[in-house]
């Protein structure tokens, strides 16, 4: 227990600095060189105008997908708003691969065109009705999933959100708060502010609510909040630990690490009846446990070999085999969508990274070239990776593409940003 609570006060530490609320900001911190290029187009408005720069967003999307290179302004030969207005030759002379175009309708509507520049041909073209205009940003980010799935095959998750922790305040001033924001950093909303610290959220399959530790009582507890109700109902607060919550595949069990019983061991709540089924049963610290994609199975921390590893407990035959075998700390997996690759924190000669191992093969490769990260959560798409840091003394948030080409960082105006949880596809 004496470990584990040490392991408590080490991640308390780590929240203790000041954030004002604000939206995260994105700075592209590494480009891939294989990233294809692409020209947007500033959309032409006939009449209405609306506040969000359509072609802006899209470009900032697929940018820091680290798949694609938007030309800049400064390089785009020409301002078509249809296909028909386009001159492929023209595209082809700045080295555009793919070219979008669109406008904005005297109604508010959005029309947008994706061309394949060398085969010369329109790939996409659609009409986007908006409710209002405070809805045109949202409406940028689904062109931008339409035009990545159309070039590269892959559902995008522009649309998707993220949730964080953030704190404001010094000393024992410190006000938590738990943030949901879209993926890019923007429409920051508080779900929840506390005197006492949160960590740990998680969001349910449906997008619809969050799972989250929570110290308001003096001692951490597990909850559940309703995102569009703000109802919220505790469901794990025993003596002890009540730590790191993660839903199953089909939301119906909630998968926690509890010392209710001793050493923190790895347990299953059945949502709708509340029963409690204990997995592990150790001397060792388990805990941060994952669902495996088929639910068949999950991935947690243990020290049980002397430092932390991770280890996959099989539900059908009650057995626990350990995954990891470089290096002497790893810890925080988290899989991909399709279950064959393992992303997780590992200590190398420079300290603390992201790392994902191929499970058929259990090669481990490092993604980042930071020294303190934390919390990996992956994108519902399997492409990018976002995770806490540090940059000049402070707790940031940074996303790193699964293949380690690409990088961008969302830092907060001032202070702490920790613990992320990207969303499922909310549509």
């Known amino acids: 227990m004496k470990r584990y609570m040490s392991l408590w006060c080490g991640m308390l530490l780590l929240l203790m600095t000041s954030l004002a609320h604000a939206d995260l900001t994105i700075e592209i911190t590494k480009g891939s060189d294989r990233a294809t290029p692409i020209a947007v187009v500033t959309f032409a408005e006939q009449g209405a105008q609306l506040p969000t720069d359509i072609a802006s967003v899209i470009a900032n999307d697929l940018e820091r997908s680290g798949q694609f290179k938007p030309l800049s302004r400064d ?28 406008k904005v309708g005297t109604d508010g509507s959005i029309q947008y065109e ?18 209002g205009p405070d809805q045109s940003r949202s409406a940028a980010h689904r062109i931008s999933d339409e035009i990545f799935e159309a070039i590269t095959g892959i559902r995008g998750a522009f649309s998707t959100q993220i949730a964080y922790v953030t704190s404001q305040g010094v000393g024992e001033n410190i006000q938590y708060g738990l943030q949901v924001a879209d993926a890019d950093g923007y429409n920051s909303q508080q779900i929840l502010s506390s005197d006492e610290p949160i960590l740990s959220p998680a969001w349910s399959p449906d997008g619809q609510k969050l799972a989250y530790v929570s110290f308001e009582t003096g001692r951490p507890a597990i909850y559940i ?16 630990i009540n730590g790191a919550p993660a839903w199953s595949p089909d939301g119906r069990k909630l998968a926690m690490s509890l010392s209710k019983d001793g050493q923190p061991e790895i347990y299953v709540m059945d949502i709708g009846s509340g029963n409690f089924q204990r997995l592990t049963r150790s001397d060792a ?46 810890s925080r997996g988290r899989f991909s969508p399709d279950g064959e690759t393992l992303f997780m924190i590992h200590r190398g000669s420079q300290g603390f990274q992201v790392a994902k191992q191929d499970l058929e093969t259990g090669r481990l490769v490092t993604l980042t070239n930071s020294r303190a990260d934390e919390s990996p959560s992956v994108a519902p798409n399997g492409t990018m990776v976002i995770f806490a840091t ?3 003394g402070k707790g940031v948030l940074s996303a790193v593409s699964a293949d380690g080409n690409a990088s961008f960082r969302l830092p907060a105006a001032q202070g702490d940003v920790r613990e992320p949880a990207w969303s499922p596809f909310l549509n």
């Open 75 to 102: 390089n785009l030969i020409a301002t078509p708003s249809a296909s028909s207005e386009v001159n492929y030759r023209d595209w082809r002379a700045v080295d555009a691969d793919y070219l979008v175009v669109g």
């Open 114 to 131: 994706l061309m394949d520049v060398y085969g010369q041909e329109r790939m996409l073209g659609k009409v986007i009705n908006l409710a």
């Open 225 to 240: 909040q309703n995102l569009a109700t703000s109802q919220r109902v505790r469901v794990s607060s025993f003596e002890g």
């Open 285 to 330: 610290i388990d805990t941060e446990p994952t669902w495996a994609p088929d639910g068949q199975s999950l991935v947690f921390t243990s020290d049980r070999s002397g430092g932390p590893q991770l280890y996959r407990y099989e539900l059908g035959s009650g057995e626990a085999k350990r995954l990891t075998f470089t290096g002497n700390y790893n």
């Open 390 to 392: 540090q940059q000049g």
